[in-house]
């Protein structure tokens, strides 16, 4: 199941060594545990942060800390959240392979793409800062999307059963506690798998590039992140055409207001049953839930008492 996407070294030490492409994504070390008044030594797991230079037709592109795994997975996503590549049939080869101070994703792509990719002049090292680091002006921040086609309605019902689920996909996590976590969930709440990595834009693109090598309808389900759903993650899911993004925690305000413009359905604070949602509810099937006014219904229309304000959003119960 979610081991397909882990890759653990266990007893690795900390080394400045890699030891080829497969580099550790698990690193044992030795903790002092404070418990009251006792104190423990004793072994730990913390995850690994490797830089991850991509190279695109041998010029080195973009550079960020990534946990080391899936990285063809993360390579594909980016180039097509990016819109460095339009199509997956457009990338003719991906090779990772250890560089001086981390490991290199080397990509061969189209020539038609590559010159339109030396035309953007840009440089994104430290991606995962802010998203938006070596953007050369504020104009390229907000790409232009069309409103994405949307397909059939999403049970509400099916975001509480991938919830149920998610624990058992976060292997790393349940060992290290510091990655996030991106699932690909269909119709019917099933997860159908999931990536992981130290940022949630890198987890996201993983299982982009996932979704683009399995050639799934990305209209056929809908993406549930295990972080906040900043601005980012959202323009990687208009890019890519996922019209429904969940998220466990809260999303900023530019990303609701992308969401918005994107057709996109975003969901926040999901927790068991609860939800909140901050945009395009209509493309909810909320069957069985109890609401103080119709879904997709303004504040100011509601001929009911409104819902407690939370966020902005609606809540469902």
């Known amino acids: 199941m979610a081991s397909e996407s882990l890759h653990l070294l266990h007893g690795t030490q900390f ?3 890699l030891e080829g492409p497969e580099h550790a994504t698990v690193c044992r070390t030795t903790v002092l545990r404070l418990n009251g008044g006792e104190a423990e030594t004793c072994d730990d797991h913390v995850v690994e942060e490797v830089p991850v230079a991509l190279v695109f037709n041998g010029i080195s592109h973009a550079v960020m800390l990534a946990t080391p ?3 063809e997975d993360m390579a594909l996503g980016f180039a097509l959240t990016e819109g460095i590549l339009e199509s997956p049939s457009e990338l003719y080869g991906v090779e990772v392979v250890s560089g001086c101070q981390g490991l290199e994703v080397h990509l061969e792509i189209s020539s038609r793409r590559f010159v339109a990719l030396k035309e953007r002049r840009r440089n994104l090292a430290g991606r995962t800062g802010c998203g938006l680091c070596g953007v050369e002006s504020l104009d390229a921040v907000a790409r232009p999307y069309k409103p994405l ?3 059939l309605l999403l049970p509400v019902a099916a975001v509480a059963r991938a919830l149920d689920q998610l624990p058992d996909w976060q292997q790393l996590h349940r060992i290290t506690g510091a990655v996030h976590g991106a699932a ?3 119709n019917l709440g099933n997860i159908r798998t999931l990536r992981e990595d130290v940022g949630r834009h890198n987890a996201l693109d ?3 590039g996932w979704l683009a090598k399995s050639r799934i309808d990305p209209a056929a389900g809908f993406v549930l992140t295990s972080s906040r759903a900043s601005y980012e993650m959202v323009q990687k899911c208009a890019a890519a055409g996922i019209g429904c ?5 809260a999303p900023t305000g530019l990303a609701v207001r992308l969401a918005e413009e994107s057709g996109i359905t975003l969901a926040g604070f999901a927790r068991g049953s609860r939800l909140v949602i901050y945009s395009h509810p209509e493309y909810l099937a909320a069957e069985g839930v109890a609401a103080t006014r119709p879904l997709g219904q303004s504040q100011g229309s509601a001929s009911q008492e409104p819902l407690p304000p939370r966020s902005g959003g609606r809540t469902l119960m």
Not at 245 to 249: G, M, P
């Open 15 to 17: 080394d400045d060594e």
């Open 69 to 71: 795994d899936n990285l």
């Open 149 to 151: 086609q949307r397909g």
């Open 184 to 186: 690909w969930v269909d």
């Open 206 to 208: 993983k299982l982009v």
């Open 245 to 249: 993004l969940v998220a466990i925690s």
